[in-house]
């Protein structure tokens, strides 16, 4: 005689709309919390970028013996602290992914262009005409800082998690800043008569070296940065 033995199957729990409402809400908000947390380290660096724009630097001018080659004609205080959001965007990047670093990105420069309104509506009765820059200069300015770090955190995101561990960043900021410098040359600098084409060239060299000191950094907060479940990476 066969006995039939009985065993007990449980059913899935089932998750109720509430339940699923309030895992939604909480993802949303989880996401709008780390979105902030890029977005106000990105706006220091965003601000001082704008607010020293017109500081030129001068100190490398005595290697250069060609006038129009010195690098205080083509490279300002104000493109240095640029420099620095494309390896902050690609360490977000690396933890977050590039979606959620992209938005973050335009998070940021929208907090920066409110701050920076309201501060040159404070300054403007104690400043003149000319310490305004161009509108042309703004545009490629802003246009090309954003391409820049979008580039960074696409290209990191497309070639993650293969070769070795240096390959992403640097492959990441090299075309990040390549994107920035093939904007804002020939857009701020077109028809003026300026030997643009040759500044576009030293500042791209003088940002891969910022590119090339960026991956000790990137080696060392590799720990701290791990990528969440799903994004692979080193």
Do not use: C
Not at 118 to 132: C, G, R, V
Not at 160 to 171: L, Q, S, V
Not at 217 to 224: A, F, G, N, P
């Amino acid at each position: 005689m066969e006995v039939s033995v009985a065993v007990e199957q449980r059913r899935p729990l089932r998750e109720t709309p509430a339940q699923r409402f309030g895992r939604e809400i909480g993802s949303f908000f989880t996401s709008i919390a780390r979105m902030t947390m890029l977005a106000l380290l990105l706006m220091p660096v965003l601000l001082a970028a704008f607010l020293t724009v017109d500081v030129p630097v001068r100190g490398f001018d005595q290697n250069f013996d060609v006038e129009t080659m010195k690098p205080s004609h083509w490279l300002n205080l104000g493109g240095l602290f640029m420099a620095l959001g494309a390896p902050l965007a690609i360490l977000y990047a690396r933890r977050y992914g590039g979606d959620e670093a992209s938005r973050a990105i335009t998070a940021a420069w929208g907090l920066a262009a409110v701050a920076t309104f309201a501060e040159l509506s404070y300054l403007a009765p104690t400043l003149a005409a000319e310490d305004f820059p161009s509108v042309r200069f703004v545009i490629a300015f802003v246009a090309s800082a954003m391409i820049g770090q979008y580039v960074a955190v696409s290209i990191y995101d497309v070639i993650r998690g293969g070769g070795p561990w240096w390959r992403a960043p640097a492959m990441a900021a090299l075309f990040g800043f390549g994107a920035h410098v093939v904007v804002y040359f020939p857009v701020a600098y077109w028809s003026s008569g300026a030997p643009w084409f040759n500044w576009m060239v030293a500042d791209f060299a003088a940002k891969a070296i910022i590119a090339f000191a960026f991956l000790p950094v990137y080696w060392l907060l590799q720990k701290s940065f791990r990528p969440l479940s799903g994004l692979g990476g080193r």
